[in-house]
């Protein structure tokens, strides 16, 4: 899909809304980007943070949300090493769901997805290709954003983001049944329904 009716759909999904930003001045930057075949446009956290654009997300027209015991979301930034653009919108380099890495833990993804020349998604970029992709996200097919994690002391915060249906059970409540739910996993931890999210590159 080409960066215009991206941009659409982003508009359409109330990106203006929340950002505050007209969506002529969104316009005018997406028409500085390369405009190419696998690219997928990325919403930088200084437009609008994950937090502010889970709601945008749709499963079976139920909007998206993110756990209650994920407070600090918005600590969560990318990894050292990971090239992301300055700009309020970028493009990511063919995404994939990374199902082959199903039942992997993200401290043994991470080293592998880098080894194929890929670099993981951070849990913008993951909410942003679900905005123009919904249907990357399925039952039991689901995906972890291991590109972002939480700096702690001279180490990193043990759980990662994801981004998974929520089956409305506990605290998520029967009101999200089947709803998007940014989430988090231990980095430690294997779990069968979630790969790993990575692209080729950035731009």
Not at 69 to 78: N, R, S
Not at 84 to 98: K, M, Q, S, W
Not at 108 to 135: D, H, K
Not at 189 to 199: D, I, P, Q, V
Request: charge should be negative; charged fraction near 25%; proline fraction near 9%.
């Amino acid at each position: 899909m080409s960066l215009t009716p991206q941009l659409d759909r982003l508009l359409d999904a109330g990106l203006a809304d929340v950002t505050g930003r007209s969506s002529a001045e969104l316009v005018a930057h997406v028409a500085t980007l390369p405009d190419e075949p696998g690219s997928v446009l990325a919403v930088h956290p200084t437009l609008a943070t994950a937090r502010q654009l889970a709601p945008l997300l749709r499963h079976r027209d139920k909007p998206g949300f993110v756990v209650e015991d994920m407070t600090d979301l918005e600590e969560f930034v990318p990894l050292d090493g990971l090239d992301v653009p300055a700009g309020p919108l970028y493009l990511i380099r063919e995404p994939d769901r990374g199902d082959d890495m199903r039942n992997w833990s993200p401290n043994e993804a991470l080293p592998a997805i880098l080894e194929r020349g890929r670099t993981p998604l951070t849990v913008n970029e993951g909410i942003s290709w679900l905005l123009q992709e919904p249907q990357m996200l399925e039952p039991n097919h689901c995906f972890m954003t291991i590109g972002s994690r939480k700096p702690k002391g001279g180490t990193l915060d043990a759980r990662t983001p994801a981004i998974w249906i929520s089956n409305g059970t506990g605290r998520d409540g029967a009101t999200h049944r089947r709803a998007p739910k940014i989430g988090w996993c231990w980095a430690g931890n294997r779990h069968t329904w979630l790969g790993f999210a990575s692209a080729r590159s950035r731009a």
